[in-house]
Structures are given as structure tokens and as C-alpha cells.
């Protein structure tokens, strides 16, 4: 079992939709990040959070610690949007591990 | 401020060959991090550098190395390549304040044949 498990691996949303993608983690942890990687390879880090909740702009990030979760909400979507969503902790190790990703198209 | 840059962007390497791949971080970020990525095992860590120091290091075997400079650019070097080492090789920087935070470099795309 990883780590990290991020779901669902795919999504499609039509422009405009509410959009959440979650992370579950099995190991205690000092911080979670959000990363999103857009075709290319460049990735862009978006929250860094170890409780409650931040929001930056249309991106909303929550953590529970206590039920090791996490979820990215995305509010009125939009085709820009369109991305790899990853998600990532950092353990007792310092080190980060990853999940997967989270595979978002966006359609207009 | 300027990125964090990666050099070369793209290599082309054949196996047994030996490759070094750059990172300049940005300004005053004295902290580097480097990530292989690939379509199987996704995004790994590799190592760790802080103030020329080796702070961790990931899973890798002891083909894969790296060090930093005194002017925080860091490099890593595979030897002996394999077929599995073609990936996306990401590094980034993180500030001396908020040291969990991570800037990404665009990466470099290394292809073994």
C-alpha cells in the first residue's frame, strides 16, 4: 500500500463545475503540499499546509490531521485548470513522498 | 527574482554512459531538492542538499549522486545509465525561512537509449 493515495486518478468537469480531489496518507506527517504540473513538466507548488484549511484565490486546500486526509477543491473550474494535481507529505523521514496524481481536465 | 533554472533541458545518453545535470536555485534559497519522475513509480526523491551537505537522501542506488557549491548551485550525476534511468529529473529551492516550501526548476528530460 502507498504511502500516499490520492483519488480519483482521472477527472473531467465541464467549465464552471466544483471540483475536489483527495488525499489519504498512512504515516504521520509535518506538512502536505499541493502540487499542480501542467504539460511539460513544470510544477508549481500551491499549498504547503499541516492544519485547517487555506485558501489562495479559486483554490481551496483543508487537512484533517486525525483522519490523515486531505482535499484540493477547485470552485467555478476552468479550462486552464486543466493539469496534474499532486499531492505530497512529508514524514518523520523529512523526506517527501508523493502520490500518484490527480489527472483534471477541464472542458469549456 | 529569477527561478530556479535547470541545465541542459533535454539529453539524449546511451547505457553505460554517465550523465550531470545542474540546478542553480534562486537567489539566497540555500536548500536543494532533487525528484526523478517517471510514467511507472511517478515522482521520487532522490537528495537532499543544504549548505553543501547531503541532508537526506532518497532510495536510490549509488549510481545516483550530487553535491552543492558553495554558491548553492547543486549538480547530480548518474553513472553507468540504464534503460529505467530515462525519467524527468526535477530539482528545487527552498528559502532559509518557511525551509518546507518548494520552488520548482522546469527539469530535465533525459532519454537512455
Known amino acids: 500500500k502507498n504511502e500516499v493515495e490520492q483519488s480519483p486518478q482521472n477527472l473531467t468537469a465541464q467549465e464552471g463545475e466544483f471540483i475536489t480531489i483527495n488525499c489519504s496518507y498512512s504515516v504521520g506527517i509535518s506538512a502536505l503540499h499541493w502540487l499542480q504540473q501542467h504539460p511539460g513538466g513544470g510544477i508549481v507548488s500551491l499549498f504547503m499546509l499541516s492544519s485547517g484549511k487555506k485558501k489562495h484565490g479559486r483554490l481551496i486546500a483543508t487537512i484533517n490531521i486525525q483522519e490523515k486526509h486531505s482535499s484540493l477543491h477547485i470552485t467555478a473550474s476552468h479550462p486552464r485548470d486543466s493539469a496534474v494535481y499532486i499531492c505530497a507529505v512529508k514524514g518523520g523521514s523529512e523526506k517527501l513522498v508523493f502520490g500518484k496524481g490527480t489527472k483534471l481536465t477541464v472542458n469549456p | ?113
Not at chain 2, 519522475?37 to 543544504?50: A, H, K, M, S
Not at chain 2, 551537505?53 to 553513472?79: A, D, H, I, L, Y
Request: aromatic fraction near 12%; include cysteine; charge should be positive.
Open chain 2, 1 to 113: 527574482k529569477a527561478g530556479v533554472t535547470q541545465t541542459p533541458r533535454y539529453l539524449i545518453k546511451t547505457r553505460g554512459q554517465q550523465v550531470t545535470l545542474s540546478c542553480s536555485p534562486i537567489s539566497g534559497h540555500r536548500s536543494v531538492s532533487w525528484y526523478q519522475q517517471t510514467p511507472g513509480q511517478g515522482l521520487q526523491f532522490l537528495f537532499e542538499y543544504f549548505s553543501e551537505t547531503q541532508r537526506n537522501k532518497g532510495n536510490f542506488p549509488g549510481r545516483f549522486s550530487g553535491r552543492q557549491f558553495s554558491n548553492s548551485r547543486s549538480e547530480m550525476n548518474v553513472s553507468t545509465l540504464e534503460l529505467g534511468d530515462s525519467a524527468l529529473y526535477l530539482c528545487a529551492s527552498s528559502p532559509p525561512l518557511g525551509y518546507n516550501e518548494q520552488f520548482f526548476g522546469p527539469g530535465t528530460r533525459l532519454t537512455v537509449l
